[in-house]
């Protein structure tokens, strides 16, 4: 069974920075990403990156957000610089895992972490 426990949200200033964890377990992990929700709007991919270090970025968050991986301990991280009222939101762990090397993947999501950027 596929867990992902998120960490790392809160409130923060505008400028500042927060870096956020996702620990997934229970799977053979191919993309481990986040995306977010902000109040009054859909779902958006925010970051994703590959087992072997490919990434994908929003527009939005380009330049400020760095995205990363540790393989060996099956982590995500979101690192966030120069943080914006707009990125709040609640933030999302996700996945794409396949229980053995043969089987489909399938998607996964976590429970999610708040993050509020406001002085």
């Known amino acids: 069974q596929v867990q992902l426990a998120e960490s790392g949200g809160g409130l923060v200033q505008p400028g500042g920075s927060l870096r956020l964890t996702c620990a997934a377990s229970g799977s053979i992990f191919s993309l481990l990403g986040w995306y977010r929700q902000a109040p009054g709007k859909e779902r958006e991919a925010v970051a994703r990156i590959g087992s072997a270090g490919s990434t994908f970025y929003a527009d939005s968050i380009k330049g400020r957000f760095t995205i990363s991986r540790d393989n060996a301990k099956n982590t995500v991280y979101l690192q966030m610089n120069s943080l914006k009222p707009e990125d709040t939101a609640v933030y999302y762990c996700?996945?794409?895992?396949?229980?053995?090397?043969?089987?489909?993947?399938?998607?996964?999501w976590g429970q999610g972490t708040q993050v509020t950027v406001s002085s």
């Open positions: 996700w996945s794409r895992s396949h229980s053995t090397p043969l089987a489909p993947d399938f998607t996964s």
